[in-house]
Antibody
Framework: QVQLQESGPGLVKPSETLSLTCTVS????????WSWIRQPPGKGLEWIAY???????NYNPSLQSRVTLSIDTSNNQFSLKLSSVTAADSAVYYC???????????WGQGTLVTVSS | EIVMTQSPATLSLSPGERATLSCRAS??????LAWYQQKPGQAPRLLIF???TRATGIPARFSGSGSGTEFALTISSLQSEDSAVYYC?????????FGGGSKVDIK
């Protein structure tokens, strides 16, 4: 298993863009399938989007119009941008990796992002 | 999207008892089904993938079964450390979707 670490602001203002980066260590970014998953406080898990090292992506239709994923293979990082955030986007955001197709065996510790003015 | 429905919402059992958690998909996901365990303040941990294959390091008391639309996670003999919320997730059809979770309490 690789190690994952999310980074980015913990507080974002409404209507602004949430930006998070996941740094991968202990393995190659090209051998896993990567995703962002979020969890509002006290609630369940919601898959946001997927990216492969080739640049192949897939987005949750519920968020697709606001989400952009990118990957930086030279720095072993992938990133999430979520635009026009509202309070409903407040959640713990996890980056996760799957060695087997999209069953996630590696997770970051999660980062709490609060949307508030 | 495929809706994943988990039951029961909460299960309260004593150590050593057997726990069976159910996950139902709104349409067939074949065997593309994973189970996760999540403890408070922690990230989810993969227990089972491919509906029945234990992930690396997962104790043998955890087992998964099912295919198509009906799945189960069984914990053969509950330990105190198994107190957690358990989620199923399908990865057959985009978007990936999770069940709402089943909480296991150890009496």
């Amino acid at each position: 298993q690789v190690q994952l670490q999310e980074s980015g602001p913990g507080l974002v203002k409404p209507s602004e863009t949430l930006s998070l980066t996941c740094t991968v260590s202990g393995g190659s970014i090209s051998t896993y399938y990567w995703s962002w998953i979020r969890q509002p406080p006290g609630k369940g898990l919601e898959w946001i989007a997927y990216i492969f090292y080739s640049g192949d992506t897939n987005y949750n239709p519920s968020l697709q119009s606001r989400v952009t994923l990118s990957i930086d293979t030279s720095n072993n990082q992938f990133s999430l941008k979520l635009s026009s955030v509202t309070a409903a986007d407040s959640a713990v955001y996890y980056c996760a990796g799957a060695k087997q197709w999209l069953s996630f065996d590696s997770w970051g510790q999660g980062t709490l992002v609060t949307v508030s003015s | 999207e495929i809706v994943m429905t988990q039951s029961p919402a909460t299960l309260s059992l004593s150590p050593g008892e057997r726990a069976t958690l159910s996950c139902r998909a709104s349409q067939s996901v074949s065997s593309n089904l994973a189970w996760y365990q999540q403890k408070p303040g922690q990230a989810p941990r993969l227990l089972i993938f491919g509906a029945s294959t234990r992930a690396t390091g997962i104790p043998a008391r955890f087992s998964g079964s099912g295919s198509g639309t009906e799945f189960a996670l069984t914990i053969s003999s509950l330990q105190s450390e198994d107190s957690a919320v358990y989620y199923c997730q399908q990865y057959s059809i985009w978007p990936l979707t999770f069940g709402g979770g089943s909480k296991v309490d150890i009496k």
